[in-house]
């Protein structure tokens, strides 16, 4: 094996049990070699197999045993390595914890991320959240934040949960429609629990639909409690936030996706990783002190209601970068254990009555899922803290413990080991005083359960509100049972009357006479994913249409000018191979048209020759594929004869470059006349303005069939 330098401990702990298949020669899981594994042992050659055919028995047996469950919830994920490390030491008055306020430490992390519905072959563009798992193998032990890119829930308490499941899960009879929310039981269930309703805005909303894992925020969703090296007690929540900020798909294109690449999110992640654009987030937090707990129009304990940004800042803490794949993803992904009761000292955990129930629930559940007491020897979910625990045997159990002793406390080992020292070298549980009645009961502070969906509706663009209006109503328009439908318009005319109104048009139920509520007005502008973005073209993936006699001087000037924005162009031509250009150079195809589709891109661009564009105008997928990413909002750009091929696709009213004009961008649309060497860099820089804007939304692509 080649020496190589380890990124951290944990990689370094994971060696010890990588393994490759070079120079090896096959053996039995016993070690011994085999010289045949492709005919069983059979007396004769055409007769019966033999059970003495341990090497055949034990093949077969090790593959029917292969499947383990999959996970009740979050089935669908796809993770990666990485470090987390803090800026600075301003959280030491508030955490003991000193992976987030030691900037020397750079702690390993393994992050999951997964849709929560569909199971584990479902496909990743589906309408879902996304759950966004970190553990950080932190000097103290393991420290898990297992949150979602949306920071609210569906329900306020745990116990509600295997109903909400139930009923968003295929329904029972013919387990049907797999990862979708579009069906009766799961808006059945919305109709008779209005705490829903609040993140059922922020699922019908882009959110539900993220461009990349890598442009989707993170939230812990409960209120934690951080606690100091003395002892005090501080509310918090936390945040991730994407460098690449937050961008998110649009609902046709994800359907279509679904279908073409149903890997889509999956394969981003690593090909950006393998390609080194590693993914970063910042994490953020909102400290509340535990004066002001009551201060708030809800209750901090409730996970269906946020702390508007604008009222309580989030306040910057680190970075984590993800820089390395998994190698083997059921070793590592599939069998990573992920528990909201992992934290370390100078962390704790508030009353709210979810958070409570998870701390419940992930063990529990990996003790069917990994099979047994021992998951935490699984590489994956080792700590890189020293572990010296009492626990013995048990199913699989990896350590060989030497000695007599497997109890506390003993003194044939000296006591060890040892309970000693004082927090926060120890973990020691918050010492929370608390009172009352043993009670079957909502806390009345529980029961807002419509000003936070208002706030979340009032603080959309247009765009994004239509967007919300067309999802209820494709949404609804699945279920069944009219009366559902209705019950939902109910609940949504206590959120916004003009929300209400448009969705029962779309659905054929009467629109409510009048606002139930009243909409308050209030916003929180952080809560839109258009208001301030961040604009960047790094890593947009850019399809460049061409054909034999294709301008090859532009094309070159335009994959350098994308690349050179960090951007990714890929040559789409009629047929895989070379392409032999204008000026008798040839170059290589990227990929054929047909086994791509616009759908796959941020942006497309068709570059000059008029035999290129002749050949690609006869060709539907070429045509298709621009007024399809037109419709879905793409920049899409020519120059030269390839704004033809924008004639024939077909982009309404779009003004397009004629040869008097220089260059015309018009509705993220960017022309020239110009090609090859007398295109002005201008051309360049306005189409990569225009894909770091993402998407544009002022275009009229109603009439647009794609
Ligand atoms: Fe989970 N959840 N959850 N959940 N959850 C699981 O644990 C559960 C909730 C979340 O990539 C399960 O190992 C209950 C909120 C993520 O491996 C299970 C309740 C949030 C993942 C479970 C909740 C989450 C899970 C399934 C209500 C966002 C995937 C398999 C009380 C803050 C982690 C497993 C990974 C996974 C239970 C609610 C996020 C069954 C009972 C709220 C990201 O234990």
């Keep these: 094996m080649p020496q190589r330098d380890f990124n951290d401990e944990k990689d370094q702990q994971l060696e010890s049990v990588r393994t490759d298949a070079e120079h090896t020669r096959l053996t039995t899981q016993q070690g011994v070699r085999v010289d045949h594994t492709d005919d069983s042992l059979t007396a004769g050659a055409r007769g019966p197999t033999l059970l003495e055919d341990f090497h055949a028995r034990e093949k077969i047996t090790h593959f029917d045993h292969e499947r383990i469950p999959e996970r009740v919830v979050h089935a669908r994920g796809a993770g990666a390595y990485g470090h987390f490390q803090p800026y600075d030491t301003w959280l030491a008055e508030y955490t003991a914890a000193e992976f987030l306020t030691d900037p020397q430490i750079r702690t390993p992390v393994f992050v999951r991320f997964s849709t929560v519905a569909g199971s584990r072959g479902s496909a990743d563009t589906v309408r879902d959240v996304r759950g966004f798992a970190t553990k950080f193998y932190t000097r103290q032990g393991n420290y898990d934040l297992v949150g979602n890119n949306m920071p609210v829930f569906f329900i306020q308490d745990g116990i509600k949960f295997p109903d909400f499941v139930h009923a ?19 808006w059945d269930f919305v109709a008779q629990q209005p705490e829903t309703m609040h993140m059922i805005m922020w699922l019908m909303s882009d959110r539900a639909l993220p461009r990349s894992y890598r442009m989707m925020q993170g939230f812990g969703v409960h209120t934690f409690r ?17 460098l ?40 953020g937090v909102q400290l509340v002190s535990e004066d002001d707990e009551h201060s708030f129009d809800f209750d901090l304990l409730d996970a269906t209601k946020i702390i508007p940004e604008e009222q309580v800042p989030v306040r910057p803490v680190g970075r984590l970068v993800l820089d390395r794949n998994p190698d083997n993803f059921f070793a590592e992904t599939e069998q990573v254990a992920f528990h909201t009761a992992n934290i370390v000292p100078g962390i704790d955990f508030s009353n709210d009555p979810l958070l409570q129930a998870r701390n419940f629930s992930y063990l529990d559940t990996q003790l069917l899922r990994l099979g047994g007491p021992n998951f935490a020897h699984i590489p994956v979910n080792r700590p890189v803290a020293p572990v010296h625990t009492n626990q013995r045997d048990g199913f699989a159990q990896h350590r060989i413990h030497r000695g007599r002793t497997s109890y506390f406390d003993n003194s044939l080992a000296g006591g060890c080991p040892a309970v000693s020292g004082q927090f926060p070298e120890v973990f020691t549980h918050y010492q929370e005083k608390v009172e009352g009645a043993k009670i079957r009961k909502r806390s009345d502070s529980f029961k807002d359960f419509y000003s936070q969906a208002t706030l979340f509706y009032n603080s959309m663009t247009q765009p994004e509100k239509d967007h919300i209006v067309a999802a209820f109503r494709f949404e609804l328009g699945k279920v069944e049972q009219t009366e559902i439908r209705a019950a939902v318009v109910d609940h949504l005319n206590h959120v916004d009357h003009g929300l209400a109104t448009q969705v029962a048009q779309g659905i054929g139920v009467p629109a409510p006479q009048q606002e139930a509520t009243p909409n308050h007005g209030r916003s929180s502008p952080a809560l839109s994913q258009l208001i301030s973005p961040v604009a960047s073209a ?32 890929e040559l789409l031509a009629p047929a895989d191979g070379m392409v032999r250009c204008a000026n008798d150079e040839d170059i290589k195809a990227d990929r054929a048209i047909n086994t791509m589709a616009s759908v796959l891109y941020d942006a497309v661009v068709v570059p000059c020759g008029p035999d290129s564009v002749s050949t690609l105008s006869k060709d539907g997928y070429a045509v298709h594929f621009v007024t399809e990413a037109f419709k879905h909002g793409k920049p899409v750009g020519a120059f030269g004869a390839g704004i033809k091929l924008l004639r024939i696709a077909n982009l309404g009213e779009t003004r397009l470059a004629s040869s008097e004009d220089d260059v015309v961008s018009d509705v993220g649309v960017v022309t020239t006349p110009k090609a090859e060497k007398s295109m002005d860099d201008q051309y360049f820089e306005t189409l990569v303005a225009q894909l770091a804007k993402h998407r544009i939304w002022d275009r009229d692509t109603a009439a647009i069939p794609a």
């Design 168 to 186: 968003v899960k295929p329904e029972p009879h013919n387990e049907i429609p797999q990862a979708q929310s579009a069906h009766d039981t799961l």
């Design 538 to 569: 790094k890593t947009r993936k850019v399809a460049v249409l061409i054909a034999d006699g294709v301008d090859g001087i532009g094309t070159r000037r335009l994959v350098s000018a994308l690349t050179q924005a960090g951007a990714i162009p």
């Design 244 to 283: 690449l900020g937050t961008h998110s798909l649009v609902w046709d294109e994800t359907q279509k996706i679904a279908g073409k690449d149903p890997d889509f999110n999956r394969r981003d992640l690593w090909e950006a990783i393998e390609t080194g654009d590693f993914p970063e987030w910042e994490l």
């Design 226 to 242: 951080l606690v100091s090296a003395d002892g005090r007690g501080t509310f918090v929540k936390f945040h991730w936030k994407p």
